[in-house]
C-alpha cells in the first residue's frame, strides 16, 4: 500500500477515518467523534466527504503531543454497521503481523 | 528571538539592515551577502562594525579577502536538518582564521548547540527562550569527543595516549 | 573484540543522558514532532505501523556474549521477547515505547551498546566483513580501521546534518563479504607495491529508487590519510548534496550528477588544503586503537580431531558441517555459521531465549564472541574444530542449523509491510513460504548458492537489486504485486539484476521462483555452474519465457 505518509491532497473515494500512533507507547489510535483518541476501530468517527477527512485531520493533528503521525485511511462499513479496516496495510495495523510471530526457541 | 553570547542572553548590539533601507553613517549593522559584495571594499571599511549574512548555499571564498575588516559574519539554517552553515563555519575558523563573531541564525534548537560550539560558532539566535536558558547547562552535555576541530579541544584518542605516556612516565 | 574504555563509556552514558532530555521535552510537549523526530531519528527510533521501531548499532557486526545477553534483556524487558538481525550488522526491536526508551538504552549502555546514527542524515553504522579477524588470506583486520572510523563519525559536528543518510562499508579480503560496492564509500585495504597499509575509496554506491554501484575515485590512499580524505569527501557532499528532492539527495546522485573525475576533483582540491592536518593518522594512534582489540590465544590443535573423524558417519551433522562451517585461518579452528532462516520462519529473528542460549555456546566455544553477517545470519568466529559435533547438537537444539546457509532458503528480507510503513507489499510471508517450497536440503544443495532477497518498497532494505533472484514488492490497485530480477551480485563483481517481466500478484510468486530455479535447473551446463553464473552465460530470456509462458 503506497505509504499514506506521501499523502499531499486529500482526496477519498469512500468512507474513511482517521488513524495515528500514541505518542508515548506507539500504539495504534483512531480518531473518535469526540475529539478523542480510542485503540478500538470500533469507536472510529466515519467521515464521507473530502472537507470532512480534512476537518477530522486538521483538529486529529492539532493534538501533537499526544498523537504522531496522523492521517486518513479508508474503512469498509458492513451492512451490520460494523466498521473493518479498509485496506491491507489498516487490516495489519488494526490485527497485527500476518506472519507466526513465534521463533523456535 | 534571543541572542546568546558568551553563554548568557543578552541584547543584540548589531542592527540588521534590509537591503533598500538607507546605511547609517557609524553604528554596527548587519546587511546581506548581496548588498555587501555591491561594494566589498567601501563597506568593509566604513565608520562602525560591519557584519554580514551569509547564505548556506553560496562558497565562502568571496567573504574570505575581507574577513579581516569584518566584526559579524552570520550564517543560515534554514531549517534544523540543513547542515551545510557547520562546513562554512569550520572553512572560516580553521581555514580562513576569522577571529570575529561568528553567529548562527536560522533555527536553531538546544539540541545543535554542541556542534554549533565544535564547528566555531560563538553566538546563536535561539529559537525558543527556554533554549536560550539552557544554553550553559547543554554545552556541558557531552565531555568526551572523538574528532579534532578547531575548537581546541582534546580527542578521545590523544587523550588516552597523554594517559598512557603519563602512567609511564610515574612509574 | 574492541574493548570500550572509560571515554567511550562516558560518550555513551552523555548520548543517554540527552535523549532522556530530549524524550522528557516530547511528552511535555515543549518539544513539537516536527522538532523531535531528527532527534529520535539520530538515536534510531522510527515510527512503524504498530508501534515504535528502535535500531541498535553492532558496529562492524562484532559483540561479547556479554553484549548479546544485553541485547535478549533489551528484547525480554521491553519488547515482545525477540529482535531482528538486518542487512547492515544492526539489531531492530518492533514494539518499543518511546517513554521506556531511555531505560533500555541505559541497559544497552552498561554494556556498551549504544543506538547512536542508526539513523538519520548522517554516518550509520561502519559495516564489515563478519568473517573480518579470522578469514584465510585477509591482508589485516579491517575492524581497527572500521573502529577509528567509527570514532570519527560519532557525533562529528560538521556532518550531523547531512543531505541523507550515509554509509561506509570495509573489506579486507579478495571476496567481498561487506558489499563495499553498495555503499556510498566502499573500503577495500591492501597493501601497496611498497607494502604500505591503505584503501582503495569507492564513493557512490547504493541502492533504493536509484541504484548505482560505487566507482573507484582513488586507488590507494595510505593508512594514514584515511580520516583526512573521508572528510574532504563528507565535505563536499555536505556542501553540495541536492537537499531539494529527497529522492535525489543521495552522495550516489551527486557523483553521478558531476561524473566520477570532476567529484574526484572537487575531493582532491579540498584535501589538499586540509592533508596535513590532525586527522593525519599517525603509527601511533593506529597502534593505541588496534592495543585495545584483543584476539583469542589459540591453542595448537588438529586440523582432524577425533571427535570429529566419529561424528563424519553421522549424516544430518556432516551436511551441517559441509554448508555452515569455514575455513579458518588458524589450523585446527572453523568459522561456525548459525542460520537464522529455518523453514517457516521470519528472515533474520532470534527470540531473547536462542540469544541467550547463544551468548553461553559463545562463551564455551568461541571465546565469548559472535559476529551479525548483513545476510542476517550470526557466526561464531573461533570455533575449534574438535568441539564441531557437540556445538552442532547445541545449536540444533536452539533451532540455529538449518543446513542452508548460502542456499536458495538463505533469503534476505527486509520486515516490509508486516511492520514497515513504508511498504508497499509483504516481504516476510513470501520469505516463509520459499522455505517451505525448498525446505527439502537434498535439493537446496542440487541448486547450489543462490542468494534470494527481498524488498516491501523501493527503498530496498531487502537490497533486492544485488540478488541473484531479486523480489520487490509494488502496489498496484490496492493488491500486493511483485517485480522479480535475476543476476544482481553484491561482491567484488556487484551488479545490478535485470527485470524479467511485469510483476506477478501475492499468491504466484513462490511459483514464479520455482520455475525459475527448474528452469535453471534444466539449462545448467554442468552442475556446479551456479544459479548467478548460468544467468551470466544465458541473459535473462529463457528464464523470462520458462516464467511468462503460462502467464
Known amino acids: 500500500m503506497t505509504s499514506p505518509l506521501e499523502q499531499k491532497k486529500i482526496k477519498i473515494t469512500g468512507p474513511s477515518m482517521v488513524t495515528a500512533n500514541r505518542t508515548w507507547d506507539g500504539i495504534v489510535i483512531y480518531r473518535t467523534s469526540r475529539q478523542g483518541w480510542s485503540a478500538d476501530l470500533s469507536d472510529a468517527a466515519i467521515v464521507r466527504t473530502s472537507d470532512e477527512a480534512r476537518a477530522l485531520l486538521t483538529e486529529a493533528e492539532a493534538d501533537d503531543v499526544g498523537a504522531v503521525g496522523a492521517y486518513i485511511a479508508p474503512v469498509a462499513v458492513k451492512d451490520t454497521g460494523a466498521i473493518e479496516p479498509g485496506n491491507l496495510r489498516e487490516h495489519i495495523r488494526s490485527e497485527g503481523v500476518t506472519i507466526g510471530l513465534s521463533v523456535p526457541a | ?171 | ?551
Open chain 2, 1 to 171: 528571538m534571543p541572542l546568546v553570547k558568551s553563554g548568557k542572553i543578552t541584547g543584540d548590539a548589531f542592527v540588521h539592515i534590509a537591503d533598500d533601507d538607507p546605511l547609517p553613517d557609524d553604528g554596527a549593522i548587519l546587511i546581506s551577502a548581496a548588498r555587501f559584495l555591491g561594494d566589498p571594499e567601501g563597506l568593509s571599511r566604513r565608520v562602525g562594525r560591519t557584519g554580514v549574512i551569509w547564505p548556506n548555499n553560496r562558497d565562502v571564498d568571496d567573504l574570505v579577502p575581507y574577513l579581516d575588516r569584518l566584526a559579524v559574519v552570520a550564517l543560515v539554517f534554514p531549517t534544523f536538518r540543513d547542515g551545510r552553515a557547520y562546513s562554512q563555519a569550520r572553512l572560516l575558523r580553521e581555514r580562513y582564521g576569522f577571529r570575529g563573531e561568528l553567529r548562527a541564525t536560522g533555527q536553531i534548537l538546544r539540541d545543535q548547540f554542541v556542534f554549533m560550539l565544535r564547528a566555531g560558532f560563538d553566538a546563536f539566535e535561539v529559537k525558543k527562550e527556554s533554549d536560550a536558558e539552557a544554553f550553559t547547562n547543554t554545552a556541558r552535555r557531552y565531555s568526551v569527543f572523538y574528532q579534532p576541530t578547531g575548537d581546541g579541544r582534546l580527542t578521545a584518542l590523544h587523550r588516552r595516549m597523554q594517559l598512557r605516556h603519563s602512567e609511564s612516565a610515574s612509574q
Open chain 3, 1 to 551: 573484540m574492541y574493548a570500550y574504555d572509560e571515554l567511550d563509556r562516558t560518550l555513551i552514558n552523555e548520548r543517554v543522558s540527552e535523549f532522556r532530555d530530549q524524550v522528557k521535552r516530547r511528552l511535555s510537549g515543549e518539544l513539537t514532532e516536527d522538532e523531535f523526530k531528527m532527534l529520535r531519528l539520530q538515536n534510531g527510533v522510527y515510527l512503524q505501523l504498530h508501534a515504535y521501531m528502535f535500531r541498535v548499532a553492532i558496529p562492524y557486526g562484532t559483540l561479547s556474549s556479554k553484549q548479546l545477553r544485553g541485547l535478549a534483556h533489551v528484547a525480554r524487558r521491553y519488547d515482545r521477547g525477540y529482535g531482528h538481525f538486518t542487512t547492515r550488522q544492526n539489531i531492530q526491536y518492533n514494539w518499543i515505547k518511546l517513554a521506556e526508551l531511555p531505560d533500555a538504552l541505559a541497559d544497552l549502555a552498561k554494556v556498551g551498546i549504544h543506538s547512536m546514527q542508526t539513523s538519520g542524515n548522517n554516518t550509520r553504522n561502519v559495516t564489515s566483513d563478519q568473517w573480518a579477524g579470522v578469514a584465510p588470506g585477509e591482508v589485516e583486520d579491517p575492524r581497527i580501521w572500521s573502529e577509528l572510523l567509527r570514532q570519527y563519525t560519532t557525533l562529528h559536528p560538521e556532518f550531523s546534518f547531512l543531505p541523507r543518510k550515509f554509509k561506509f562499508a570495509i573489506t579486507a579480503s579478495a571476496h567481498d563479504r561487506a558489499a563495499i560496492k553498495v555503499h556510498d564509500i566502499g573500503l577495500r585495504l591492501h597493501k601497496n607495491a611498497e607494502g604500505e597499509t591503505g584503501f582503495e575509496v569507492l564513493v557512490g554506491g547504493g541502492l533504493g529508487r536509484t541504484p548505482f554501484i560505487a566507482k573507484t575515485i582513488k586507488s590507494f590512499v595510505p593508512g594514514r590519510d584515511l580520516l583526512s580524505y573521508v572528510e574532504a569527501i563528507l565535505r563536499v557532499y555536505n556542501q553540495y548534496g541536492r537537499r531539494d528532492n529527497i529522492y535525489k539527495a543521495r552522495m550516489k546522485i551527486l557523483v553521478h550528477e558531476l561524473g566520477i573525475e570532476k567529484f574526484a576533483k572537487e575531493v582532491e582540491d579540498e584535501w589538499l588544503q586540509m592533508r596535513d592536518s590532525a586527522l593525519t593518522l599517525d603509527d601511533a594512534v593506529v597502534e593505541e586503537i588496534r592495543s585495545r582489540f584483543t584476539y583469542p590465544v589459540y591453542e595448537k590443535l588438529p586440523h582432524m580431531p577425533d571427535e570429529l573423524k566419529k561424528a563424519a558417519h553421522d549424516p544430518h551433522f556432516e551436511a551441517w558441517r559441509k554448508n555452515s562451517v569455514a575455513l579458518h585461518k588458524v589450523p585446527g579452528y572453523a568459522i561456525v555459521t548459525l542460520s537464522l532462516k529455518p523453514v517457516g520462519g521470519p528472515p533474520g529473528d532470534a527470540s531473547a531465549e536462542q540469544m541467550d542460549a547463544i551468548a553461553d555456546l559463545a562463551d564455551k566455544y568461541s571465546f565469548g564472541e559472535i559476529r551479525v553477517g548483513h545476510e542476517q545470519n550470526l557466526a561464531l568466529p573461533h570455533v575449534a574444530r574438535r568441539d564441531l559435533p557437540a556445538l552442532w547438537r547445541a545449536l540444533d537444539r536452539i533451532g540455529v542449523a538449518t543446513p542452508n546457509v548460502n542456499l536458495v532458503s538463505d533469503i534476505i528480507a527486509c520486515p516490509g509491510l508486516d511492520y514497515c510503513s513504508l511498504a508497499n507489499a509483504r516481504s516476510i510471508p513470501i520469505a516463509q513460504e520459499l522455505t517451505r517450497r525448498f525446505a527439502n536440503h537434498d535439493t537446496a544443495n542440487l541448486i547450489g548458492r543462490l542468494h534470494i532477497n527481498i524488498s516491501g518498497c523501493i527503498n530496498a532494505c531487502g537490497h533486492h537489486h544485488v540478488g541473484h533472484i531479486g523480489i520487490l514488492g509494488v502496489e498496484k490497485n490496492g493488491e500486493e504485486f511483485y517485480q522479480i530480477t535475476i543476476g544482481g551480485r553484491a561482491d567484488e563483481n556487484a551488479v545490478v539484476g535485470t527485470l524479467i517481466g511485469p510483476a506477478v500478484p501475492y499468491g504466484e510468486v513462490a511459483d514464479v521462483i520455482e520455475d525459475i530455479v527448474e528452469a535453471y535447473l534444466a539449462l545448467r551446463e554442468r552442475p556446479d555452474e551456479l544459479f548467478i553464473d548460468a544467468v551470466k552465460r544465458l541473459g535473462v530470456e529463457p528464464f523470462r519465457e520458462r516464467v511468462y509462458a503460462t502467464r
